[in-house]
């Protein structure tokens, strides 16, 4: 006769767990950014817009890592004939600066941490295309960028397209109504406390 009531106890026991076990201290920031904003070489080539077109640019402060997903308008598939890449920059509480960056060049993917022009050495550093879902995620863990408590990013792409005898390109940067050049970062600090 007990044992109902006392699933019953496990159960809400393992909801409440599981609450208070999510990562307490991760902080997630989203970032909008404007549709069809993408500078696109020539300007009516949709395929490179689209692809780089940054809707969304989100971070998250978890425990062990940085990661940044970009959402973009319709991703293309890395494949032979294109190269598909996203940068994310990362500036920590001292004003060190962090690229992490994601390339898929003709099919082949790379990853990389640069910080002062020089690589980091980065176990753990990762990043895939989900074109199924429009995304393009990089994760950083943290001790490849010193534990910071907080951190303040921004997000760039850029597209390369062949087709036939031509080709197209577009870039994208995660801030509405911003010129493209160095990756603007955000104001609001990205926090793990
Ligand atoms: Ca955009
Ligand atoms: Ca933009």
Known sequence: MRLVPLLATAAASAVLVGGLAAPASAATQNRTDQAGDAT?????????????DIRTLRGVHGDGALVFTFTVADLIAP???NSVNATVRIQTPNERDYLANLNFGEGQKSLSLVSNEQQVACDGLTGRAVAAQDRLVISVPRSCVRNPREV???????????FGTGGGQASDDARRNRELGEIKLGTVALKNN
């Open 79 to 81: 494949g032979i004939d």
């Open 152 to 162: 303040v990013f921004g997000g760039q792409t850029s597209m390369f397209v062949t």
């Open 40 to 52: 696109t070489f020539p300007s009516d080539f949709s395929t490179a817009q689209d692809s780089a």
